[in-house]
């Protein structure tokens, strides 16, 4: 740990520096899958325009890319320990995405087909991201000794900062791609490549921000690999797991599993829900027409809003505070009620043309409560659970969960277009059983783990209680697991 001055809120200046990079980058990420799926559908294929891809095709490209989004880590995580360090790795990522970005931003008129530019922007934004999602996070932990009680305060920090780039995201693109539109036949057509060159300059704020602060706030931190200062600070270690060792594990499996059902559902936002609100929705307030990228910032308002609100019930509550399966269990319950609403507004649809844009605010909202009540304890789960020795490579294969979670929320989105693609009650209808069927086995998934919280507590060994709370001004949330894990 270096560098360790508090000289700013109580916590090192670094803590700020790694807030702004993240916010930054999670800006960049988010303007980008506000409008990959969007840009995917889009028919228009002049100037800024689209791609023409039908729904079905659109949505299982976006299910692979998050997928690869959450793999890359696992190999990102692997050169850093072992060769790059993480200050490094963090500075190649982010230059490969900004390549990524700007890379989508290229104007279809420079080329005989847009696509390889496309498929060498996620390509890009792929590695990039491998190499920065998993190190980055751990550079805050880095920041303070293991005894340091400033730590899960640190986290919340740095949380905040990942939740004012979500929400600056939606907003700033969905202005972006209609101020810097097209008309056609009186109709203004979106203008995606700007959209994406906003998210490449978000990044380049990022990689400027490492590259100007890095050294002269952080010291030495993230410089040496962490295997080989592991090696030299710990050149014996046993590889033989204990029986409680091989329990906890077993639970981190199980709770893995569930993290799936919640997170393919989740995920939706991105995809499925991200074209109900193109297309199904009455998104006219007034005689403004609000761009469908501005739901995708509901997620992290709301987070804004709650978070506090939620940590300050788990102090309230006390020894009375759920353990960890039965907080996962509240959140797949939350996410069924969600969607419960989004079956609200297929029907709505069914009958009265365009659903009400309430569907979707109140369908975010329950998705939100549920990921504050499971997503800050699959990383605390893995951190409080996974065997020292093996403790990164159990937390990369964390990330294999959550890429398992996004492959299949692409491929489940992508029955929407089953059918007569090209009829819109046609797709309602296939919306509406999509929807159903999320919530009827979040519901079921939330009753089975009810009924297994005191065996997979048992099996944690001492573990399963809540963390200590800390005060409300500083609540004890730490990055969350889905696309904001970092």
């Given at each position: ?28 990420y ?22 023409g891809?039908d729904?079905?095709s ?28 993480q ?7 982010a ?7 700007f ?20 390509a ?25 009680t400033?730590r ?12 004012a ?37 978000g ?5 400027l921000?490492?590259?100007t ?17 592991a ?6 270690q046993?590889?033989t ?27 939706q ?8 609100a ?5 998104r ?21 809003i709650f ?57 975010y ?31 990369g ?55 297994l ?16 709370a ?9 990055a969350?697991a ?5």
């Open positions: 740990m270096q560098n360790n001055s508090t000289d700013c809120f109580g916590h090192p200046k670094g803590l700020f520096l790694l807030f702004g990079t993240e916010m930054w980058e999670r800006f960049s988010y303007a980008m899958r506000a409008l990959l799926v969007l840009y995917l559908v889009d028919q228009v294929q002049a100037h800024g325009g689209g791609l891809w729904h079905a659109a949505l299982r490209l976006y299910g692979t890319f998050t997928m690869l989004v959450y793999v890359t880590p696992l190999i990102g995580g692997w050169l850093a320990d072992n060769w790059l360090g200050r490094n790795a963090i500075l190649a990522g230059v490969l995405m900004a390549l990524g970005q890379c989508l931003a290229l104007p279809h008129s420079w080329f005989a087909s847009p696509l390889p530019a496309f498929y060498s922007g996620l890009l934004l792929v590695l990039g991201n491998g190499l920065f999602k998993p190190n980055i996070s751990t550079m805050v932990g880095d920041l303070y000794c293991a005894t340091d400033r899960d305060s640190a986290f919340t920090v740095f949380y905040l900062g990942i939740n780039g979500m929400f600056l995201a939606g907003i700033a693109v969905g202005i972006t791609i209609d101020a810097f539109g097209y008309q056609q036949d009186g109709q203004l057509l979106r203008n995606y490549q700007a959209g994406f060159l906003l998210a490449g300059i990044m380049l704020l990022a990689l921000l490492q590259l602060l890095a050294k002269p706030l952080l010291g030495s931190i993230g410089t040496e690999p962490a295997a080989r200062k090696r030299r600070l710990q050149p014996q046993s590889t797991l204990t029986k409680t060792e091989i329990d906890r594990l077993k639970v981190l499996l199980i709770m893995g599993l569930f993290t799936i059902i919640f997170w393919a559902g989740f995920e936002a991105g995809g499925l829900m991200n074209i109900y193109d297309r199904f929705t009455d006219s307030v007034g005689n403004w027409q609000i761009n469908p990228t501005y739901f995708q910032s509901l997620n992290p308002l709301f987070i804004l978070a506090p609100v939620m940590a300050a019930l788990w102090l309230k509550l006390g020894k009375a505070e759920p353990n960890a399966p039965l907080k996962f269990a509240l959140g797949l319950l939350l996410l069924g009620i969600g969607f419960l609403f989004m079956v609200g507004a297929s029907l709505q649809y069914s009958a009265d043309s365009k659903a009400s844009l309430w569907w979707l605010v109140f369908a909202l329950f998705f939100t409560l549920g990921e504050l009540c499971l997503s800050p304890i699959g990383l605390a789960l893995v951190s409080r659970l996974a065997p020292l020795r093996v403790a990164s490579l159990l937390m294969t964390w990330y294999l969960f959550l890429a398992a979670a996004n492959k299949l929320a692409g491929l489940i989105g992508a029955l929407v277009g089953a059918g007569d693609a090209d009829n819109e009650q046609q797709m309602v209808t296939n919306a509406l059983a999509i929807f159903s069927g999320f919530s009827l086995t979040a519901v079921l998934a939330a009753i089975l783990l009810y009924f919280a005191d065996k997979l507590v048992y099996w944690m060994h001492g573990t399963a209680a809540p963390k200590q800390v005060p409300l001004h500083a609540p004890a949330i730490t969350t889905s696309d904001k894990a970092v």
